[in-house]
């Protein structure tokens, strides 16, 4: 019994359940190995507890928020009434959509220069802005989307070629008319750009516009007749 109490103050729990398992033989029908086996159990329990603790923490403060969420759902499958773990879970499920929600925009920074996602990025990056828990991933996520905002507000000149018979319109902007050429200021993004004719089929011109992008003049005219 004195092994195995033993090595439970040094933390060595299966050392101590073995010791206490022999005991059980040793002294059949007395209830103190059993009482040694469940203080090994509750051992190994709050063990459990304390080492995904720690990696929760430590995943805490790298900033792998899916990582953390997972390892809190493990903590309260080991043990429902943690209150630390159910706060870090949605700590950690806050932190992690937010995280989705950038990487998103990131991606995709052409759809910045739509209104609605341009509006809707600004309030995020106001709120990050005002966050005092900061870590360096969501500083470098802030400042890429803070970047790409100032791109996506900033107008390039593209040039429009036609016939001067050709009716012209770029759809989200309008209709441009007829001309021979014609410059337009759009912020970047994917365009969509439509020429119709009397007698002839309509023509249909996507482009994109991005500073990134070295911009040929976009040919919209009507030449096949129907």
Known sequence: MTEGFDAIAVGDFLAARAA???????????????????????????????????????????????AVVQTYEELLKVDGTLSFAREGLLRAREMSALHARLDKLIAEPDRLSVPSVMQDATTLLVSITTRPDVGQRLAEQRDEL?????????????????????????????????????????????????????????????FRVAPEVEMQPVVVQCEEPI
């Open 20 to 66: 206490f398992r022999v005991a059980e033989q040793l002294i059949p029908g007395s209830s103190e190995p059993a009482d040694g086996l469940l203080q090994v159990d509750q051992g190994l329990h709050l063990e459990d507890i304390n080492t995904l603790e720690r990696e929760a923490l430590a995943l805490e403060r790298d900033e792998h928020w899916d």
């Open 146 to 206: 803070s970047r790409l905002l100032k791109r996506a507000a900033t107008p390039l000149t593209i040039a429009l070629l036609s016939d001067n018979v050709t009716e012209v319109m770029i759809y989200r902007i309008g209709r441009l008319g007829n001309f021979m050429r014609k410059e337009v200021s759009l912020r970047p993004g994917t365009y969509v750009a439509v020429g119709s004719r009397p007698g002839f089929r309509d023509v249909r011109r996507e």
